[in-house]
């Protein structure tokens, strides 16, 4: 290999034990590479105002997207993804659908047009996020993720968020 990283010190001390002899950096990933943040503040709401609910979509089978994609496949998880923001909706709770990468706001925005959010229901809504800042502020916001994405999941246990993924 050109190049070669570990993403904990443990590791890089395991392969240099079994004769790694070239530099072995350690790069931790996205979701391990900043301590755990409890937030400063619990918001408590009453059960009338519903919750804020976090809703990563991913471009499952996009023909857009994903190499090879089957349009069914893509269809049975844009309808689940549908059915289950509505059904949040309906019982009064606010969604903030949100991607982790550009391509997965294309699925965010057709899921608003299936819904009719172009309407304007007040309690959907997309936020763009492109730094890990950016997504660590929404997970603040948000009293549940569903998370698609891994890193997505393991972001949201860091920061102490109840998460579906």
């Known amino acids: 290999a050109e190049f070669s990283s570990v993403r904990d010190p443990g590791s890089a001390s395991l392969v240099q034990a079994i004769g790694w002899q070239r530099p ?5 990933d996205l979701a391990f590479s900043f301590e755990p943040c409890l937030p400063s503040t619990v918001v408590v709401r009453s059960q ?10 991913m471009p499952v089978h996009d023909p857009r997207w994903w190499p090879d994609a089957e349009p069914l496949s893509h269809a049975r998880y844009r309808g689940a993804m549908a059915r289950f923001v509505a059904h949040l909706l309906e019982r009064g ?18 899921l608003m047009r299936d819904l009719g959010a172009e309407a304007g229901n007040p309690r959907l809504s997309m936020t763009t996020t492109r730094t890990l800042d950016q997504l660590v502020q929404l997970y603040a916001r948000c009293d549940i ?21």
Do not use: K, S
């Open 24 to 28: 072995l950096p350690v790069m931790p």
């Open 48 to 57: 009338a105002d519903g919750m804020t609910i976090g809703v990563n979509l």
């Open 93 to 110: 709770h606010r969604v903030e659908l949100f991607g982790t990468q550009p391509a997965d706001e294309w699925i965010a925005g057709d």
């Open 145 to 165: 993720i569903t998370a698609t994405r891994f890193h997505g999941i393991i972001i949201a246990l860091r920061l102490a968020r109840p998460v579906l993924g």
